[in-house]
């Protein structure tokens, strides 16, 4: 499968799922078992492709911002999410991830867990119980720098601090605490 073919099912998904993550998966899931295993291999390969890319400090930065807060975990559902909504919005987030701000982009499934386990288990299905191992290890680490979440994460992104009501409070410098 192509990259160009893994996106235009992935689109063709998030138009006729309309928004709905669980409507998403269910026609994802469809979509794959009407491929042949080779395919849906070829499928999850480029969907690794794509959640590595997306392991970055600067999507992390948004992330956090849009949920709250945002573990290790919540960041593996955010990045499957943002490649559900297909080529368009993954690229230009991962260029500039206050992209977020401009869209709308629903906090409360922007954490959604579930649409990266689909191609895992239409590939188990129909591999007799198996599904292939990565293709590459998972990055140890995200690209970028790191960000403290108290400071650094509203002022690196303004937009969405301000359009999730991510509240910070510059910190005083430290003669106005005598």
């Not at 945002?70 to 593996?76: H, I, V, Y």
């Amino acid at each position: 499968m192509t990259l160009e073919d893994f996106w235009n099912l992935v689109e063709r998904v998030h138009k006729n799922a309309a928004g709905d993550m669980d409507a998403k998966c269910q026609l994802l899931d469809r979509e794959l078992r009407g491929l042949t295993l080779q395919e849906v291999q070829s499928f999850h390969a480029r969907f690794d492709e794509c959640y590595d890319r997306a392991y970055d400090y600067n999507l992390w930065a948004a992330a956090y911002i849009i949920g709250g807060g945002c573990s290790d975990d919540a960041f593996s559902d955010f990045r499957s999410t943002l490649i559900s909504m297909g080529r368009q919005t993954f690229e230009r987030t991962l260029k500039n991830p206050e992209y977020l701000a401009d869209i709308d982009y629903d906090e409360d499934v922007a954490h959604y867990e579930g649409y990266q386990y689909v191609p895992t288990k239409v590939e188990a299905d129909l591999g007799g119980g198996l599904s292939s191992p990565r293709s590459r290890a998972h990055p140890d680490d995200p690209t970028g720098e790191p960000w403290n979440e108290d400071r650094e994460v509203a002022i690196r992104y303004p937009k969405l601090a301000k359009k999730y009501n991510y509240l910070f409070e510059r910190p005083k410098p430290w003669w106005k605490f005598w």
